[in-house]
């Protein structure tokens, strides 16, 4: 496995647990439930760190939280600048 392919996987991996995040923040799953309370503290606790220093950043919006919007690119930007280095 290239290192190419290795950082697209690590990418892929972050934006589907972001989407994730972003699902799990509208059905509003509780974070004790016994069976899905796992999946949601540790989805929230790989993105949430990432999303937070956002959040304080942008305005707000009327209660939409356009910062997963924000990460998605920047994480967009910085895998393509990764995979341009390791070229």
Do not use: C, K
């Not at 647990?17 to 699902?23: E, K, R, W, Y």
């Not at 059905?27 to 540790?42: A, E």
């Not at 959040?55 to 341009?84: K, W």
């Amino acid at each position: 496995m290239t290192l190419v392919a290795i950082i697209n996987a690590l990418f892929w991996v972050f934006y589907i647990l972001l989407f994730a995040n972003i699902v799990l923040s509208w059905v509003r799953v509780s974070p004790y439930h016994p069976t899905w309370g796992p999946v949601v503290r540790f989805i929230n606790g790989v993105t949430e760190p990432i999303l937070n220093p956002i959040r304080r950043l942008m305005p707000s919006m009327g209660g939409l939280d356009f910062s997963p919007m924000v990460v998605l690119l920047l994480a967009r930007l910085l895998q393509g600048v990764l995979i341009n280095l390791v070229r």
